[in-house]
């Protein structure tokens, strides 16, 4: 059994080789509209254009086959074609799907963010009153030395910042309301 990958390069290079032994003109959506998997199935248009996760085009050489494949059109002044059109309105609707997920992905981000910095502020809350308890600890008994040692951790991770300042500030209110 064949990967789908290998599948869909082999529907598209059937579907290129069909339509270039007729020696007829053919456009790149033809011989994405006339590739078929081995069960009969229609590939999907956009497949093609799929990208990785560093923007690159996944099937970057069928895409450069199909270019260089694909006779060029000539431009006129015609109007175009239906299924010119009818691409057209698909392309339209990828591209609003597209700015919807662009949206929200953007909107999840926002709130990632968010959480983000309310974690970090509980964190710095939390450290706060671990080393105003370990304080009081060892202000009570200079024996414990795993007090000593989460005070001096904070004053050298806090010098000289706001935290310490709070810190300072909660233990001098907590030690006049003790005496």
Known sequence: MRKPSEQFRLAILCSLERLSSTGLKFTRAEVVGGARF???A?????????????????????????DESVPSKDIGKSAPRRSDESEMVELRTENTYLLDRVVTLEQERVA????????????????????????????????????????????????????????????????????
Not at 49 to 65: C, S, T, W
Not at 112 to 126: D, F
Not at 141 to 149: A, T
């Open 38 to 40: 081995p069960d009969g």
């Open 42 to 66: 229609p590939v999907g248009r956009s497949t093609l254009y799929r990208k990785d996760k560093l923007g690159a085009f996944v099937h970057a050489d069928l895409l450069r086959l199909l």
């Open 112 to 179: 990632l963010e968010s959480t983000v910095r309310r974690a970090a502020a509980i964190e710095r809350l939390l450290e706060v009153e671990k080393y105003v308890l370990a304080k009081l600890l060892s202000d009570l008994d200079p024996e414990l030395i795993l007090s000593r040692r989460t005070v001096s951790d904070f004053e050298r991770k806090y010098e000289g910042r706001q935290e310490l300042g709070d810190a300072m500030v909660i233990i001098d209110e907590w030690a006049s309301s003790m005496k």
